[in-house]
């Protein structure tokens, strides 16, 4: 018996409502379908076994809509693209939240980052209220971030959703990747996706570098600053034919200058010499996409008395050196297939080594990380676009052997793994996203990951998202704890290390609304971190440093409020604040986390004149007040009870000329420091020595100038309208 058919008639429009001439519409596993004229308008005939239809066309995301509920107009939205030829000019927001993933997402764009002086990924934070970035102590220049009120070793840090800035990288890694070199960032709270690995506990920052198809022929930068910090960068790229391309990024700093302006003997920052490259190339074939490169990385950093580096002492000096060789290779390659934009087949590869040696005091430390990853990832669809998934398989390899004060930590880590995830998109303006991996570690047994993020759209630009999951790490006792060496306390480790486990959960609510006719966003979130193992580490014991698993309750706890919006053109204003509650148990006993602050504020200006090519920035942060850790010994006794609430401002003015910017800047415009970061600084080498209890800047005002220049690729098409 046949089943009966009947005729329907329909319009498939963009998001402007105009017609899309062309568009296939088609019934999903028949084989039937029409394209539309040139009105949008198109005919066919549905079988009534069949209720879904579905509208495609290149450049756009295809839609599906289901008959019985709705009438057959489409409205198609259109696919940000390259198109590699043609040029598209447009102005893309300095730093923006994303109204269409399910997941709170923040971006910055290359806009964001010349607001600041930012020479590196540390720096790339400084306008920016969601991560925030710290000195860890008052030698080594080690810069740690922060994310939900927690170290960022809880974050998972990923150059294009590879693995990069993790193990033995940690202290140092944020200053590896200079600020020219980046294209975009992407700062996602709560736990990340399952197909980026297990390791996003309080969320994920994923680093896009710069594209070989649509870089700048040549980008170079230079800075110097007045204390003799000397910086420069230089991109180049070409084109082989249609479908090659390849890039280069250099990268030289140097910074020797001896300066003590507190006058405590040490070095107020330390002398630096870094040299690093980035070689990658790029395919595109009509179902074959590809790239693939290395990168190397030389350190050498120097800390400690000022005597220690003049040699005008006989006297023993204390020093700290760390020297570090730095060498990866990765690649990607994809099979997409144009006549079906929603499916695809994806591997991604990393080899990293990476050898740091030198020493803190009287004490050597040598670390090696040889590590490897492999991810395959298969993306389908369940039917029709609004059901859709991700599944693969990923092993990941860690060799780590450490050594600091003649306590050697080695460990093999070997962690096959697979994931799926499903994705209901948009329906009656839902969508959820649900998945997990499943992980057996060599060492630690299965460890599974569940995760999920749903994502609400209760009317026209007011958006609630929930979101919660499990994510876990192995920590490194040294490497992602080595500003807390320097110092004179004695270490204890008083059981094995074993992996850190959290859930995370929270939701945020954004509204997008219009201010005289201009974009405003504005964003509250909550989210709650809740550690089942950790790795604490204990400065309330007199003279000790104590290293042990958790015992008792650990948590955070970070609510977060952030308002753009741009009340005339060209003129960008963004507000935002920060409460912070995180507590970890100590000796059993359950404290508020030394030194995190409870409340931090940002203002953040931006404009740029219409006519004259001038652009202004300035930046103010209100940092809270801090618990120190509870020492009663009186050589602590200006490390006591709460730190003050501070202060910082940092401006900066640029000149655009056609293919050159002139910039200069002042950090720290109030010449706010924290006078005594050392106790003890006089007898470093006694038992009451530590450098760890920094909580604001130890360099003062800090004036800088810099020039960039771009050369970009003359298109040899034009867009036609």
Known sequence: MLAAQTTITGVVYDAAKKPIP?????????????????????????????????????????????????????????????????????????????????????????????????????????????????????????????????????????????????????????????????????????????????????????????????????????????????????????????????????????????????????????????????????????????????????????????????????????????????????????????????????????????????????????GIQKSGFFNIIYQSIFGNTKHKFRAGASFLYDDYDETYAGINLKRIELVPGGFFEYTLDNLRGVTVVAGGRLDYHNLYGLMPSPRAHIKWEITKGLMFRVAGGRGWRVPNLFADNISMLVTSRTIQINSTIQPEIAWNYGGSLQYVFKINKRDATLVADFFRTDFTHQLIVDREAEDLLVFSNLSGPSFSNVFQFNFNMEPVKKFEVRLAYKFQDVRASYNGVLKTVPLVPMHRALINLGYTTPKWGFSFDFTTHLTGNSRMPDVTDPAFAHFHGATPWYVTL???????????DVYLGCENITNYTQHTPLADAANPFGNKFDATLVYAPIFGRMFYAGIRVKLDYKPSKKLKK
């Open 22 to 366: 062309g568009a296939i519409v088609y019934f999903p596993g028949k084989k039937i379908g029409t394209g539309a004229d040139s009105a949008g308008r198109f005919s066919l005939v549905k079988p009534d076994t069949v209720h879904l239809l579905i509208a495609d066309m290149l450049y756009y995301y295809a839609d599906t809509i289901d008959l019985d509920k709705e009438a057959p107009i489409f409205y198609l939205k259109e696919k940000v693209i390259d198109l590699r030829e043609s040029i598209f000019i447009g102005e893309k927001s300095a730093s923006s939240f994303s109204v269409l993933n399910p997941q709170l997402i923040e971006t910055l764009t290359e806009r964001e980052f010349i607001k600041a002086a930012c020479c590196n990924l540390s720096e790339s934070f400084s306008t920016n209220a969601t991560v925030d970035v710290n000195y860890s102590d008052a030698i080594t220049g080690a810069k740690s971030i922060q994310m939900l009120g927690l170290d960022g070793r809880y974050v998972q840090l990923t150059t294009e959703l590879l693995p990069s800035i993790r193990g033995l990288a940690s202290p140092f890694g944020l200053n590896y990747v200079p600020g020219t070199w980046m294209e975009s960032l992407q700062i996602s709270k709560g736990a990340g996706s399952v197909v980026n690995g297990y390791e996003a506990v309080t969320g994920q920052i994923n680093l896009e570098l710069r594209k070989p198809h649509n870089a700048d022929r040549l980008l170079f930068n230079a800075y110097v600053n007045h204390m003799g910090r000397v910086e420069g960068n230089a991109n180049v790229s070409f084109r082989v034919g249609k479908r090659w391309s390849n890039i280069t990024l250099l990268h030289g700093d140097y910074f020797n200058t001896i300066a003590d302006h507190n006058n405590d003997g040490f070095l107020d920052m330390p002398l630096l010499k870094t040299g690093s490259f980035v070689h990658r190339w790029q395919y595109f074939g009509k179902r074959i996409e590809t790239q693939f490169g290395v990168k190397g990385l030389h350190e050498l950093r120097n800390g400690g008395t000022t005597a220690f580096y003049r040699n005008d002492s006989l006297a023993p000096q204390y020093g700290v050196q760390m020297t570090t060789w730095r060498g990866e290779a990765f690649a990607k390659f994809g099979i997409v297939f144009p006549e079906m934009e929603w499916k695809s087949i994806g591997m991604q590869a990393n080899f990293i080594y990476h050898y740091q040696r030198g020493f803190i005091g009287l004490n050597g430390y040598r």
């Open 650 to 660: 940092n401006a900066q003015i640029t000149k655009s000329f056609k293919i050159l």
